[in-house]
Structures are given as C-alpha cells and as structure tokens.
C-alpha cells in the first residue's frame, strides 16, 4: 500500500512523541496559567531557545512567572548578534533571569557585551549522558541488515561530496530525511541514537547529530548548511568542536565540504574533557536550585 507523505509525517511524529512520553515524561494537560504557582523554579535552555527568529520572548524568557524562578540552563542563542530593534527587550528579558547558563562561548559574550552580565558556558542537555547511558535507550531499526553505511542528516541541502565518497568507500547511505523511504524517514529517536552510532561515517549539518558522533566516537564531517538566504547558525557547532579540540572534522565552502581521509579519526581525550564539564554544568544547576 503506498502511503502519502502526510501519513509519513504523522508516523515520524507520533514515534518522537512516544519517546518523550517514555522518557521526558511531558505534561501536556496543564497551562502556564495553572504551574505558575505550582513549582518552585522553572527552567529554559538548550537549542536555540533565544534566537530572536524563532521564538516568542514571553516564553523562552519564562515570563510568565515571578523573576526569583527563572533559570536558564546552557540557553543558546544562536547567533553571534542581535537584530537592533530586539536588542532592548533581549537585554532587559537577560537581566530578570535569577540564573543564566548559555551553550556557546559566543552566547556568554554576546550577552555581557549587550547587558555587562557575565554568565556560565555549561554543556548541553544531550551531553550530560554518556555513551553508555544513550546506549541503553537505543534501539536497532527492524529494517537494518547489518550493511555498513555513511548516515547522513541534513537540515539543509546534502553537500555533492557525500555521492562521491559512496562511490570511494563502496558504503551505502542511509539518509534520516529521506522522504522516498518510509522506515528511514519515520526512524525514531531510539533508532537514531543506533544508528549513529554503528554508522562508518556520519555526515551531518546538525548539531545534534554532530553531539552524537562525538559521544560515540565515530568518524564524522560537520558541515556548514547549505541554505540559501538562510541565517548563519554555524557558533553553536564551532563552539562543541572547540571544546573537544576537533576542529578538522569542519566541512565548509572553503574545503568543499570535504576534509582528507574522513573514515580515519583520532579522537583526543573526549571523556575526560565532558566529564569535567558535565562537573561544572551540574554544579550550576545546584547553585540555581538552591541544593548547596
């Protein structure tokens, strides 16, 4: 039976909202209105939570709720700066946060450029789990027989490289936004956490699929996206690559999106370099809990 792409979607979604009902255990019966009163803090972060092109302020600065609750926990911003005419809203939404934590290097000193308040770089969400921890969440598709591949996931446009490398390496590709495969595209988040990390190679213009490669030390490329008229959204990667001193994983224009020998890696002391960042995140959190 062929099954239209809006079945597909529908698939693709139900299996994300699966998992975080599993795992996240989200409320989805409550309005803000109703929680205001009901915890004693409150906490927004993580992936590009402050874009002023994406998200509603009200929100992602928590201001539905008294300023003494708010926490921002590794919020990424995105950007390296901020439209003039938001920069005044941006400043004073930073200033009635009770705790701030940023993602990037890059979000810490935009912030204190804009509003003079420094701000602690912790890590985020997704790396505060080790490899082991993810593996036991993971799942391996009913459909993979065991052919190596290179997983691509991209958000933008594929770069030509990667048919050719297909072609070098003899490998097939396995590409998670592919929309003329039904079991590929509706993969779940269990199933993408396997196959990352059973991949040969990962080629990706995503963060997050750049944050799994390195957690399972896989070969992997992380690319510039190719997008055209799109914004440039490359600080959040250069930053997680600066913190693990793998900035020769970088595909660009300059470099064709190709870098030499991409099957080949020599990962540098990656669990020792989180573990002591995952300290620090985690010592954050409890000073903006009141736990020490």
């Known amino acids: 039976m062929k099954v239209g792409y809006y079945s597909w ?11 975080c009902d599993t795992h996240i255990h989200i409320r989805y019966d409550l309005s803000l209105d109703q929680v205001c009163n009901k915890y004693d803090f409150f906490v927004v972060g993580s992936d590009q939570v402050w874009n002023p092109y994406f ?32 920069k005044y ?36 969400p997704t790396l505060l789990l080790s490899a082991e921890e993810w593996n ?46 039904f079991d ?12 990352i990390s059973h991949a040969e190679l990962v080629y990706t213009d995503s963060f997050h699929g750049t944050v799994f490669s390195i957690l399972f030390q896989r070969p992997f490329v992380c690319c510039n996206r190719i997008e055209k008229g799109g914004l440039n959204m490359t600080s959040r990667i250069d930053a997680l690559l600066d913190l693990v001193n793998m900035q020769e994983r ?21 669990e020792n370099i989180l573990k002591q960042e995952r300290e620090q995140s985690e010592a954050f959190i409890k000073r903006a809990l009141n736990l020490f």
């Open 9 to 19: 979607e529908i698939v693709r979604r139900a299996n994300i909202k699966r998992f």
């Open 55 to 86: 998200e509603n302020f009200d929100i992602s600065f928590l201001k539905f709720v008294s300023t003494k609750k708010r926490i921002a926990y590794a919020a990424s911003i995105g950007l390296l700066s901020i439209p003039n005419h938001l």
């Open 89 to 124: 809203d941006f400043c004073k939404n930073i200033g009635e946060m009770a705790h701030i934590s940023v993602r990037e290097q890059s979000g810490a000193k935009l912030i204190e450029q804009l509003t003079g308040k420094k701000c602690v770089v912790t890590l985020d």
């Open 136 to 181: 036991k969440i993971s799942c391996k598709p009913l459909w993979y027989d065991g052919t190596k591949y290179i997983l691509t996931y991209f958000l933008g446009k594929t770069p030509d490289i990667v048919k050719h490398l297909t072609e070098i390496y003899k490998l097939k590709v396995i590409n998670l936004l592919d929309k003329n495969n």
């Open 184 to 195: 590929v595209y509706v993969t779940s988040p269990e199933e993408f956490i396997y196959l």
């Open 250 to 270: 970088r595909g660009t224009a300059e470099n064709q999106y190709s870098i030499l020998n991409p099957l080949e890696i020599v990962y540098p002391d990656v």
